[in-house]
């Protein structure tokens, strides 16, 4: 099986989401709430296997976007947060 491949990706600022269509037709559109808490990074996810209780702002905004090589993307957040790697199939996954 394939991994996913991205067709089109829009960040629409003014409605805070990101929206991503898939080359299987599956289209997805996440908050950038839904985002920042989800994060891939370790910070979010934690080490060793126990995530931490991280508070995220309900108001929190994407001020960018990263390409990351051809298997993810880099979110940039309004709180500074900046280290996750949001790969394809992660996103596609949520």
């Given at each position: 099986?394939?991994?996913?491949?991205?067709?089109?990706i829009k960040l629409k600022k003014s409605e805070n989401t990101l929206t991503i269509a898939?080359d299987d037709g599956v289209v997805k559109t996440f908050s950038a709430r839904q985002l920042?808490?989800?994060?891939?990074?370790?910070?979010?996810?934690?080490?060793?296997?126990?995530?931490?209780?991280?508070?995220?702002?309900?108001?929190?905004?994407?001020?960018?976007?990263?390409?990351?090589?051809?298997?993810?993307?880099?979110?940039?957040?309004?709180?500074?947060?900046?280290?996750?790697?949001?790969?394809?199939?992660?996103?596609?996954?949520?």
């Open positions: 099986m394939t991994e996913p491949w991205p067709t089109d898939f920042r808490q989800n994060s891939p990074s370790a910070e979010v996810q934690g080490h060793g296997g126990v995530k931490p209780e991280i508070s995220i702002n309900p108001n929190v905004r994407m001020t960018g976007l990263e390409a990351v090589g051809n298997y993810a993307v880099r979110i940039v957040f309004d709180d500074g947060h900046s280290t996750g790697l949001y790969s394809w199939a992660w996103l596609y996954s949520l």
